[in-house]
């Protein structure tokens, strides 16, 4: 009996990918302007192979969104038709690349004059979060922004909190002043009684160390909270 190396026209199902010319494809559009590439375009350009595109049609559908696929656990992605462990890992790389060209180039050019610099700063990153993260924001004399550095995933409150941790960084890169920055996942940036009391061991530890700590800001879905307008945990 003869052997086929590649299915026939009937037994399979043309792609997407197949139906479209050369300067059509993702991968030609995305190197030559990707500015210009939708959502879809550039996923299938990383994914590659013969179902690309259903298989970036397949995870917009899944996800709604970029942001949603960056915070999506890698083996939900994998689970999906044309998406395998390697695949998925790459487009977790890709999102990841560009998520810290954006929030790099923000940094790069960011000073603090206000807790609304601190929180826009951060926002766009974290207010989407599915779980609680803390990071410190580490300024110079001048209130320019040296580093952000994260600290905690999870929970935070005064029971995990170690102050020493939240220094550390700040005393490695001779930063004269810290905010502190935490995201509410439920949205509602409202300060709990474990978040002032946070706040006020920072504090409390900045005066000893000779470190300002300006403010500590909850983000939440499009709305922040300053502790220190609030009058909360500082004295």
Not at 74 to 103: C, D, F, H, N, Y
Not at 133 to 161: C, D, F, T
Not at 170 to 193: E, F, K
Not at 220 to 225: A, E, F, L, T
Request: glycine share 8%; proline share 5%; net charge neutral.
């Amino acid at each position: 009996m003869q052997q086929t190396l590649f299915p026939t026209s009937g037994e399979r199902k043309a792609s997407a990918l197949s139906a479209l010319s050369l300067r059509e494809r993702p991968a030609y559009r995305a190197s030559s302007d990707p500015s210009a590439c939708t959502s879809v375009e550039l996923l299938a350009a990383v994914i590659g192979g013969p179902k690309q595109i259903e298989a970036a049609n397949a995870l917009m559908s899944k996800f709604g969104s970029l942001r949603d696929l960056y915070n999506a656990h890698t083996a939900e992605i994998e689970g999906l038709p044309g998406v395998g462990a390697q695949t998925a890992a790459r487009i977790k790389a890709s999102l990841a690349i560009g998520q810290r060209m954006a929030t790099g180039e923000i940094v790069e050019r960011a000073s603090i004059t206000s807790p609304a610099d601190a929180a826009y700063l951060v926002m766009y990153d974290m207010g989407a979060l599915p779980e609680e993260h803390m990071r410190v924001i580490l300024l110079n004399a001048r209130s320019h922004v040296i580093e952000i550095v994260p600290l905690y995933k999870g929970s935070v409150n005064s029971a995990q909190v170690r102050v020493a941790e939240v220094f550390k960084a700040a005393i490695a890169r001779q930063a004269t002043a810290i905010i502190v920055v935490h995201n509410h996942p439920s949205g509602d940036p409202t300060p709990s009684p474990d978040d002032v009391t946070v706040t006020r061991a920072i504090v409390q530890a900045g005066k000893m160390l000779d470190i300002s700590v300006l403010d500590h800001v909850v983000i939440g879905q499009g709305k922040w909270v300053s502790l220190k307008e609030r009058g909360l945990g500082f004295s």
